[in-house]
T-cell receptor, first 110, second 113 residues
Framework: GQQVMQIPQYQHVQEGEDFTTYCNSS?????IQWYKQRPGGHPVFLIQ???SGEVKKQKRLTFQFGEAKKNSSLHITATQTTDVGTYFC??????????WGAGTKLIIKP | ETGVTQTPRHLVMGMTNKKSLKCEQH?????MYWYKQSAKKPLELMFV???????ENNSVPSRFSPECPNSSHLFLHLHTLQPEDSALYLC????????????FGPGTRLTVL
């Protein structure tokens, strides 16, 4: 079945450093969504990408959808303590279900 | 955020108990979902209801029984669970069934002894 692989599983960064998480699908996606889950919280929708090669920005967050619509990335510039949490991608191949990545946990080193 | 509420927030039960999880959404959405979240694993979709009709059942064991009396309420009835069923159970809703933005509740942290 369709899978969405997300790497890395964890990333430790110093505050102020950048952070990137990547998602790769075994099949072409019709769209991909990104969610953030704070520690002890629940997933919260960040953005949806639909077009091939699409790039969207939200302040320090940059989201990209690959040209082949099989991969996506989330990049955070100059991380802050408020960025701590787990970032999930979730893609759809045109069916009704979202296929979720396992998430990347962002940890800010003290 | 009070768009999707879940009760209880924490539940400890024995393997012979029967309990129910409740979810309510105040967003006017037509689709509701149950997910299981275990450590280090992707979110597992369990059930989907669209306009009160079950549209997905992802090979979930029969010890989990969903109920959707209307578009605003969703229940998950639990009986004779196993310790490996311990997890965070998340309810979500979306305007309609499909790959739309989903709004999650705070979850129920379930521990099966």
């Amino acid at each position: 079945g369709q899978q969405v692989m997300q790497i890395p599983q964890y990333q430790h960064v110093q505050e102020g450093e950048d952070f990137t998480t990547y998602c790769n699908s075994s099949t072409t996606l019709s769209n991909i969504q990104w969610y953030k889950q704070r520690p002890g919280g629940h997933p919260v929708f960040l953005i949806q990408l639909v077009k091939s090669g699409e790039v969207k920005k939200q302040k320090r967050l940059t989201f990209q959808f690959g040209e082949a619509k099989k991969n996506s990335s989330l990049h955070i510039t100059a991380t802050q303590t408020t960025d701590v949490g787990t970032y999930f991608c979730a893609g759809s191949d045109g069916n009704y279900q979202l296929i979720w990545g396992a998430g990347t946990k962002l940890i800010i080193k003290p | 955020e009070t768009g999707v509420t879940q009760t209880p927030r924490h539940l400890v039960m024995g393997m012979t108990n029967k309990k129910s999880l409740k979810c309510e959404q105040h967003l006017g959405h037509n689709a509701m979902y149950w997910y299981k979240q275990s450590a280090k694993k992707p979110l597992e979709l369990m059930f989907v209801y669209n306009f009160k009709e079950q549209t997905e059942n992802n090979s979930v064991p029969s010890r989990f029984s969903p109920e959707c009396p209307n578009s605003s309420h969703l229940f998950l009835h639990l009986h004779t669970l196993q310790p490996e069923d311990s997890a965070l159970y998340l309810c979500a809703s979306s305007p309609r069934w499909g790959p739309n933005e989903q709004f999650f509740g705070p979850g129920t942290r379930l521990t099966v002894l």
